[in-house]
């Protein structure tokens, strides 16, 4: 062996996944993210994802748990937790105490709340105050084309859903900026400041209604739209739950489209292939389980996020309808025995801004699946960390099946940091790693990955879910 071979069977090197993959796995991955960019169009916050996700896992032979009394190696079922989770399992053929193996996505991303009593008129023009959710750089969201989605009930309890902006004979909406003739002042602040929460007001309207009994004759027409279309008055925001979102489709990106960019990829990408990869599951030894939850953007918090006790009932439900009853024991040897990889998107090295990078250890776009021991900030805080054993069992599993995967974490030491609901998760004394793909443009209305990398996350859970 020279020194050069030498050198190169003792040292390791990332791969990049298009050198790497057969022609036949590169037409799956077209094939795979043609679809993956129709899912992104449909699913724009967590309730329509879940919808998405209902209308995939009935197509692919899933049924409501709640229609099962017993369950029984290969059922297929799911559940939902209030139109904004859904956990899909798939009954195993292994006794469920040797544990589950879970794949776990967020489906809320970053975006732009209604504010409960969101519409005003000023200088003749009707607008919606809102308020931002989840980690947004104010900044990127005035002068893009917006949409309106949500749920608003009437006052007779009628539910109506929003979906405005979308079709192209729809109207959008948008943030008003300051032209750049008179931004003298706006041009020197911090750009933490240059645009203010309390400025992200939405343009929806200014035709008048003509007439004199009314001042605000512009929020008078918009108020008579909302009735006529919808059955609505003001008073209806006021129990809404309106996201204004960007109002532009899902596209590849590059000459060789070799990218994709769309709003609300972290964490779609992940929860996507999740639900891919549960469906191309078939007869698993251990139970298969994939959720996709809610409130990761803003900590996890709430009935619908990962620290809602959501997925331990349903397990112990799923456990009581396969053994005819949980007990305690049990419920926690199922626990204590799973394993979860917790799909949730790391960053990707930006050529603009590679000076925020360690470039050992960060995940490149295109070089495949990203697995990420830990996450967190400064000295790791708020990170589960996961174990050398279960790093280098799922390490095995994704190499055993070909899977072309990298590791990273989150910047240069005290760049600044993350968290995901790995941590929840392992407090419930679960092994569980982040894994997922490396994302370009984190929490803008415009995110960008790279084809290959989704790809290998669906080969990923494909393998953990055969494997493990
Ligand atoms: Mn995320
Ligand atoms: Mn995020």
């Known amino acids: 062996m020279t020194d050069k071979e030498l050198f190169k069977s003792l040292s390791y090197e990332k791969k990049n996944v298009y050198e790497a993959i057969s022609d036949k796995e590169k037409a799956d991955m077209l094939a795979l993210c043609d679809e993956y960019r129709e899912f992104l169009d449909e699913g724009k916050t967590e309730r329509e994802c879940v919808e998405k996700a209902v209308k995939m896992a009935e197509a ?72 931002y959710y989840g980690g947004i750089k104010k900044y990127q969201w005035p002068t893009i084309p917006l949409a309106i989605h949500g749920v608003i009930f009437t006052r007779d309890g009628e539910k109506i859903t929003l979906n405005i902006g979308e079709k192209d004979t729809d109207p959008v909406f948008c943030i008003t900026d300051l032209l750049p003739h008179l931004a003298k002042d706006q041009m020197v602040k911090k750009m933490t400041d240059g645009i203010e929460g309390e400025n992200l007001n939405i ?32 008073r209806d925001f006021l129990s809404a739950e309106i996201e204004i979102v960007p109002a532009f489709k899902a596209r590849n990106v590059g000459l060789d489209e070799s990218f994709i960019g769309a709003y609300g990829q972290d964490d779609r990408v992940c929860a996507f292939t999740t639900l891919k990869g549960i469906f191309d599951t078939e007869n698993p030894k251990k139970t298969a389980m994939a959720i996709l939850v809610d409130k990761e953007e803003i900590g996890s918090t709430g009935n619908t996020g990962m620290l809602s006790a959501f997925f ?90 070909n899977v072309i995967w990298q590791t990273s974490e989150l910047g240069k030491v005290d760049q600044g940091g993350g968290g995901t609901i790995a941590q929840y998760v392992a407090n419930l004394n679960m092994d569980v790693i982040d894994c997922g793909v490396p994302v370009l443009s984190m929490h803008s209305p415009f995110e960008v990955t790279a084809k290959s990398d989704i790809y290998m996350a669906y080969r990923s859970y494909v393998a953990f879910y055969k494997d493990r």
């Open 60 to 131: 692919n032979g899933f049924k409501p748990l709640d229609s099962f009394n017993t369950l029984k190696a290969g059922d297929k079922v799911y559940k939902l937790n209030r139109g904004k989770n859904i956990l899909l399992t798939i009954v195993g053929t292994e006794d469920i105490t040797t544990g589950i193996n879970l794949v776990g996505a967020h489906i809320d991303s970053p975006r732009l709340d209604l504010k409960q009593n969101p519409l005003y008129e000023s200088n003749g023009m009707a607008l919606l105050k809102t308020h």
């Open 312 to 401: 331990e009932m349903t397990v112990a439900e799923i456990i009581e309808k396969i053994t005819g009853k949980c007990t305690v024991t049990d419920y926690n040897k199922v626990i204590v025995n799973s394993a979860c990889l917790s799909s949730d998107v790391g960053a990707a090295v930006d050529p603009n801004y590679e000076i925020v990078s360690e470039k050992k250890n960060a995940a490149f776009a295109g070089s495949g699946m990203v697995l990420m021991k830990y996450t967190g900030s400064r000295g790791k805080s708020g990170s589960s960390d996961a174990s050398a054993e279960f790093v280098y069992k799922i390490g095995k599993i994704l190499d055993d099946n």
């Open 203 to 234: 343009l929806i309207g200014g035709m008048p209604v003509k007439t004199d009994e009314v001042g605000e004759k512009v929020k008078f027409a918009i108020l008579k739209l909302l009735n006529d279309r919808y059955g609505i008055t003001e």
